[in-house]
């Protein structure tokens, strides 16, 4: 019986009936399971047997068990899902950064704005020892506030850290993982026949690698897919998955940088050719948010800090013997910063050979950025300064000033090929502390002090007198001033304490206007006029008596006024809080679209490789109908078959 046709055909209809049953049971026992293609028997008509009347046909065979499967869709998929990792790893670092950025008063915009209030109050009472009390107060409590911040940004710094050694062991794990499938995908393609389940695997895995990283796949011949990441660096080549490390940046070790080694080979990959993936967020964040962060505080302590030292320096306290110059500064700030590229020349005892130094020369120009410096073109021996921010290119000499800095080569100089990444604020907020103990160390009074002569005939008196920050008066000098028409006109001159002159000049007073006007400088002095002078009257300006100096308050007025002046790159300390506030917050709504965006495309992408991948429960319910009818039909033709097969062997017999 085993030999006759119709039983053959009963047997391989059964046979294709039953494995469409396996392969609908297995759909649905995956219908849950991510990533899980649909799965369907393919089957083809066995080639007919002639006979003298003609062609009868032999049933049907089970070719193959394929995968529904769209490649394009998969890897569309994978690269929204890439975007959309991306952008919620930086997001989610942003929302960090933005509770250092406070607002209200436990910002550092009000801190500030305290201080100069402070020095207000200082100036009603320059004698007042609780006013005194209450300006070191406020500078200790900006202190705290700057160092809170600096510390806050080390501590996302150190966050970031954790979670890009994470990231990194996840595609490390992956990559060996598709290496893997990789090895067994190809033993098995000699069967003939594809290993549906393990292609699902491996992209499962594909697909979890492109939430840390942006990959290209490409498959080969004998089935195994070789994996690409940062512009066709290889991860995943066949059965080979390379490794990637997490180390410090070659232009900040306090960073961390990403590379495949390979023994001592190192392939350092940038964020902008890696293009997606947790991890490229993670470094995008890094690299540019939290440094640009850094800066906007680094450049408010800094201007603020430099501002208020220079003008209490200028200043006399009330330290016995009472009027001593220079009095000390008020505030340590964090130091500007040169750092070497690991990749310098270095000498024999492995340290840098060429060496640049930075110091600080007008904190009111400072730039909320970091630089770099690097030969124009290699072997030139010409540097070129470049602001990171705005990519502002400068060329530069030792000694140059760009930027409220001064830029000094060491000895030696620069190697060429060297590079260099200058921070003259990056660090400023982490090392400001205050520095005044006592009440009388507060500079309160301007070391000189204008006196209108008793005879004058005009109504001008002086409505405000203070030094220039950072100008030290020559000690026991005496301006004159002597006005010569009734227009504003007036002549200056400067003598020593012996009566030697020492520069004498001329201009015009107009009202609203200072004295001396803007570009000139008799003594280091500012003074405004109330009132119209007349000819013929006389100011003189002469160092401050010892016993005039408690009631002073030139120098607390001009400290009080550093709070509406443009001593940060041009804008006041209010004025540049609430930009760095702007910043942050155009960040993080920026941030927020691009990843509600990304998300739904994700979505949209995985939906539509759903659609065509994933099982439908209702379709493979009636596909298990139709199978089982399908068996139960061809159990009846082996019935009948057998029937038929038992009846004749019965005649036979008779």
């Known amino acids: 019986m085993s030999a006759s046709p119709l039983m053959s055909l009963g047997m391989r209809a059964m046979a294709a009936s039953y494995a469409g049953l396996q392969v609908t049971g297995h759909n649905i026992a995956n219908a849950s399971v991510s990533g899980y293609s649909r799965q369907q028997v393919s089957l083809t008509t066995s080639e007919g047997q002639f006979t003298g009347a003609g062609f009868f046909g032999r049933g049907v065979d089970v070719q193959s068990v394929t995968r529904a499967h769209d490649a394009f869709l998969t890897r569309e998929a994978a690269a929204a899902r890439s975007t959309s990792a991306m952008d919620a790893a930086r997001l989610s670092q942003l929302r960090k950064l933005e509770e250092v950025f406070k607002l209200g008063e436990g910002g550092l915009g009000a801190a500030t704005n305290e201080l100069m209030n402070a020095f207000g109050d200082l100036a009603n009472r320059p004698d007042d020892l609780s006013s005194r009390q209450v300006v070191l107060a406020r500078s200790r409590d900006l202190a705290d506030r700057f160092v809170e911040a600096g510390e806050a940004l080390d501590n996302a710094q150190a966050g970031v850290g954790a979670e890009l050694r994470v990231s990194v062991s996840q595609i490390n794990s992956l990559a060996k993982g598709i290496a893997d499938i990789n090895r067994r995908i190809t033993d098995l393609r000699g069967l003939g026949q594809p290993p549906n389940d393990l292609l699902d695997e491996r992209d499962r895995l ?221 660090r400023a907020a982490n090392g400001f502390a205050a520095l005044l103990d006592h009440p009388l160390d507060i500079a309160a009074a301007a070391p000189l002090v204008a006196t209108p002569s008793p005879a004058n005939t005009g109504t001008a008196a002086v409505a405000s007198f203070s030094m220039v920050g950072g100008a030290t008066p020559i000690a026991g000098a005496t301006a004159t001033i002597n006005f010569t028409s009734d227009s504003g006109d007036y002549s200056w001159e400067l003598r020593d304490g012996g009566g030697g002159l020492l520069g004498t000049g001329s201009a015009t007073w107009t009202p609203g206007g200072s004295i001396p006007g803007p570009g000139t400088d008799i003594n280091g002095f500012s003074m405004r006029l109330s009132g119209v002078p007349r000819s013929g009257d006389v100011i003189t300006v002469l160092p401050t008596p010892p016993g005039a100096v408690a009631a002073n308050n030139g120098n607390a007025t001009a400290l009080q006024a550093l709070r509406d002046m443009g001593i940060t790159g041009g804008r006041t300390p209010i004025e540049s809080w609430s930009n760095a506030l702007a910043d942050i917050g155009v960040r993080v709504q920026s941030a927020t679209s691009s990843a509600n965006i990304s998300q739904a495309v994700a979505g949209q992408a995985e939906t539509l490789r759903a659609d065509m991948s994933g099982v439908n429960l209702d379709e493979e319910a009636a596909r298990l109908i139709q199978y089982q009818q399908s068996y139960q039909a061809a159990a009846k033709v082996l019935q009948v078959a057998q029937t038929l097969f038992q009846q004749l062997i019965d005649v036979a017999g008779n």
């Open 206 to 426: 594909l697909s979890r690698l492109s939430e840390q990283v942006q990959v290209t796949r490409m498959e080969t011949s004998d089935g195994s897919m070789s994996v690409f990441i940062g512009g066709g660096q290889r991860l995943v080549l066949g059965t080979q998955a390379a490794e990637l490390k997490l180390l410090q940046d070659r232009s900040d070790p306090s960073r961390f940088g990403v590379a495949l080694v390979e023994g001592s080979t190192r392939r350092d990959l940038d964020e902008t050719a890696l293009s997606g993936g947790a991890l490229t967020g993670l470094l995008r964040f890094q690299n540019e948010d939290l440094v640009e962060a850094r800066a906007l505080i680094g450049q408010l302590a800094a201007s603020v800090g430099g501002a208020i030292n220079a003008q209490q320096r200028v200043g006399l306290n009330l330290q016995p013997p009472a009027g001593g110059v220079p009095s000390s500064p008020m505030f340590a700030i964090g130091e500007a910063r040169v750092l070497s590229n690991m990749a310098n020349a270095r000498d024999a005892g492995g340290g840098y050979i060429g060496s640049v130094s930075l110091s600080i020369t007008d904190s009111s120009q400072l730039q909320a950025s970091e630089y770099t410096l690097e030969e124009t073109t290699p072997g030139s021996g010409s540097w070129m300064l470049t602001r990171l921010t705005d990519g502002l290119q400068t060329a530069v000499v030792d000694g140059d000033t760009v930027d409220g800095m001064q830029i000094t080569f060491g000895s030696p100089a620069p190697q060429p090929g060297d590079r260099f990444r200058l921070q003259p604020v990056s």
